[in-house]
Antibody, heavy 115, light 107 residues
Framework: QVQLQESGPGLVKPSETLSLTCTVSGGSISSNYWSWIRQPPGKGLEWIGYIYYSGSINYNPSLKSRVTISVDTSKNQFSLKLSSVTAADTAVYYC?????????WGQGTLVTVSS | DIQMTQSPSSLSASVGDRVTITCRASQSISSFLNWYQQKPGKAPNLLIYAASSLQSGVPSRFSGSGSGTDFTLTISSLQPEDFATYYCQQSYSTPYTFGQGAKLEIK
């Protein structure tokens, strides 16, 4: 079955750019929508945005000015970049497939913003 | 943005109890409502999609109902592994939004 795995640095300095990659295995990325979601420690879930394999994108307006989501079908991966990060961007970042609901999810990766 | 409000935010119950969690949307979302279970340190897991459809592999003690603005998640007979936090999420329009969560604890 389809599995997702996030990867990227666990520590990012304030004002820099957070970069994460989600690798899809067990299926092709060339179908469905693919989302990024984050969860600050001890808090709720926030949808960041999604991308369709063809490149169609939708971002959360609350983050739109700082977010870029892209897809690399040759590697079966999609990526997240979040610029000008602050401590408020410290969170577990998840990737997930968007079909009927968000399923499956990656295991998540904690990104801490600190100098 | 569509606001999702869950109630209660926390509840305690015993094994074997029937439990209901509600979710209210700030505007009609038809049946575009999903439910997730999250255990500590783990990613959320989809339980119910489209308000009442049971995700493959999810035990039948979980059920969902509702449409428009009011929705419920029911666990018919609590099992020890059901103690977790539950989130609703609307997929009617972007930005997708989640409820604040309902933490289910052992009484």
């Amino acid at each position: 079955q389809v599995q997702l795995q996030e990867s990227g640095p666990g520590l990012v300095k304030p004002s820099e750019t957070l970069s994460l990659t989600c690798t899809v295995s067990g299926g092709s990325i060339s179908s469905n929508y693919w989302s990024w979601i984050r969860q600050p420690p001890g808090k709720g879930l926030e949808w960041i945005g999604y991308i369709y394999y063809s490149g169609s994108i939708n971002y959360n307006p609350s983050l739109k000015s700082r977010v870029t989501i892209s897809v690399d079908t040759s590697k079966n991966q999609f990526s997240l970049k979040l610029s000008s990060v602050t401590a408020a961007d410290t969170a577990v970042y998840y990737c997930a497939r968007s079909v009927f609901g968000l399923d499956p999810w990656g295991q998540g990766t904690l990104v801490t913003v600190s100098s | 943005d569509i606001q999702m409000t869950q109630s209660p935010s926390s509840l305690s119950a015993s094994v074997g109890d029937r439990v209901t969690i509600t979710c209210r949307a700030s505007q009609s979302i038809s049946s575009f409502l999903n439910w997730y279970q999250q255990k500590p340190g783990k990613a959320p897991n989809l339980l119910i999609y489209a308000a009442s459809s049971l995700q493959s592999g999810v035990p039948s003690r979980f059920s969902g109902s509702g449409s428009g603005t009011d929705f419920t998640l029911t666990i018919s007979s609590l099992q020890p592994e059901d103690f977790a936090t539950y989130y609703c999420q609307q997929s009617y329009s972007t930005p997708y939004t989640f409820g604040q969560g309902a933490k289910l604890e052992i009484k």
